[in-house]
């Protein structure tokens, strides 16, 4: 059964960078039948996806975060990364790792809260 | 692609059925999933491909529509069923967006 964990700083300061890392469980990364994602929820707010990353290391971001985003993977350790940058309090959020088949987010991580705050 | 859910919310007695919309600002042909998400925890994918009811998803959710309306139906809502619903689409791949959501609380 396919599982993942995100961890990570629950704090960051303004301007600095976020990074989380997600471990994924009950299957290989290498499989190509897989995307791995990150999505985010500020607090009582929608899901916005973030990005996605391939097991070739092929990546994509969404185009109104692409200039702050860098994931990245490393399949030999089954896990996968998010950098964002420049963080302001808008980035506040529930950051998610999640599995992703044919466009759709079939697997979720818990989530792991991540506060912008001095 | 922009998406669209109405209603905002949706008071409805257990028992009772439930129909929510998500309206997409052009077509996305099939390529559109619902989930559902409960207090503090992370989604959960209902139906994919418009109509494709995900693993283990009971068959009272049932989902329809093409192009830029789709529905959601929850044939007789259970208690646990009282949640928000987002719709999402994949037409654009790989640019994904989420609607705002429904919230489906008890009349």
């Known amino acids: 059964q396919l599982q993942l964990q995100e961890s990570g700083p629950g704090l960051v300061k303004p301007s600095e960078t976020l990074s989380l890392t997600c471990t994924v469980s009950?299957?290989?990364?290498?499989?190509?039948?897989?995307?791995w994602a990150w999505i985010r929820q500020p607090p009582g707010k929608g899901l916005e996806w973030i990005g996605s990353?391939?097991?070739?290391?092929?990546?994509y971001y969404n185009s109104s975060l692409m200039s702050r985003v860098t994931m990245s993977l490393d399949t030999s350790k089954n896990y996968f990364s998010l950098k964002l940058s420049s963080l302001t309090a808008a980035d506040t959020a529930v950051y998610y790792c999640?599995?992703?088949?044919?466009?759709?987010?079939?697997?979720w991580g818990q989530g792991s809260l991540v506060t912008v705050s001095t | 692609i922009v998406l669209t859910q109405s209603p905002a919310t949706l008071s409805v007695s257990p028992g009772e059925r439930a129909t929510l919309s998500c309206r997409a600002s052009q077509s996305v042909s099939s390529n559109l999933a619902w989930y559902q998400q409960k207090p503090g925890q992370a989604p959960r994918l209902l139906i994919y491909?418009?109509?494709t009811r995900a693993t283990g998803i009971p068959a009272r959710f049932s989902g329809s529509g093409s192009e830029t309306e789709f529905t959601l139906t929850i044939s007789s809502l259970q208690s646990e069923d009282f949640a928000i619903y987002y719709c999402?689409?994949?037409?654009?791949?790989?640019?994904?967006?989420f609607g705002p959501g429904t919230k489906v609380d008890v009349k």
């Open positions: 999640a599995s992703e088949r044919i466009g759709m987010f079939d697997s």
């Open positions: 491909g418009a109509s």
């Open positions: 009950g299957v290989s990364m290498m499989t190509s039948s897989y995307y």
């Open positions: 999402q689409q994949s037409n654009n791949w790989p640019q994904f967006t």
């Open positions: 990353i391939y097991y070739s290391g092929n990546t």
